[in-house]
């Protein structure tokens, strides 16, 4: 059963970074509404990645253990 929705998963972010591509080079409007929540998407990935790593240093610099 995860190994069907791991590959979903990919399968999303595959199509996803394929809209991107079309949609740079000028595909129709459902194509950039699907790159734009692709990119969306991406920058809360990273963003809360980095808030995390920000809360884990000020943990581990308190003396906290997870």
Known sequence: MIGVVLVVVLLLVVGG???V??????GPGWVRMVARAT???GEFVRRDAR???IEQR???SSGELD
Not at 21 to 26: F, K, N, T, Y
């Open 58 to 60: 000020r943990n581990n």
């Open 17 to 19: 970074c394929g809209c």
């Open 51 to 53: 808030r995390r790593r």
């Open 39 to 41: 990119l969306g998407a």
């Open 21 to 26: 591509v079309w949609a740079e080079r000028g």
